[in-house]
């Protein structure tokens, strides 16, 4: 099993920034991608960000060049550091842990982050 536990969520203004963070722990040799996807009210959860142990990344249209993802193997934890925030990222971020076989998906418990306009 994995936990993940993510922090730094919050309230910040249209164009600030906000940085989260994910620490996973429990059977970490299982795991391959690591990222961070997104729900807002009435939507679906969809991907932001992922990043594999090789350091490949890849990012939804709608944040790229405004997010950035990074991974510390040594610290078990994977980062979203997020710039030019825009109301529409207004949404609950959930870290996910993918497993080496692709059949295990794990979750962290979801921080809020909120773009006032």
């Known amino acids: 099993q994995v936990q993940l536990v993510e922090s730094g969520g919050g309230l910040v203004q249209a164009g600030g920034s906000l940085r989260l963070s994910c620490r996973a722990s429990?059977?970490?040799?299982?795991?391959?991608?690591m990222g961070w996807y997104r729900q807002a009210p009435g939507k679906q959860r969809d991907l932001v960000a992922h990043?594999?142990?090789?350091?490949?990344?890849n990012y939804a249209d709608s944040v790229k060049g405004r997010f950035t993802i990074s991974r510390d193997n040594a610290k078990n934890t994977v980062y979203l550091q997020m710039n030019s925030l825009k109301p529409e990222d207004t949404a609950v971020y959930y870290c996910n842990a993918v497993s080496i076989t692709g059949q295990t998906h794990y979750w962290g418990q979801g921080t809020q982050v909120t773009v006032s306009s």
């Open positions: 990043i594999t142990k090789g350091g490949y990344t």
């Open positions: 429990g059977s970490l040799f299982s795991i391959s991608v």
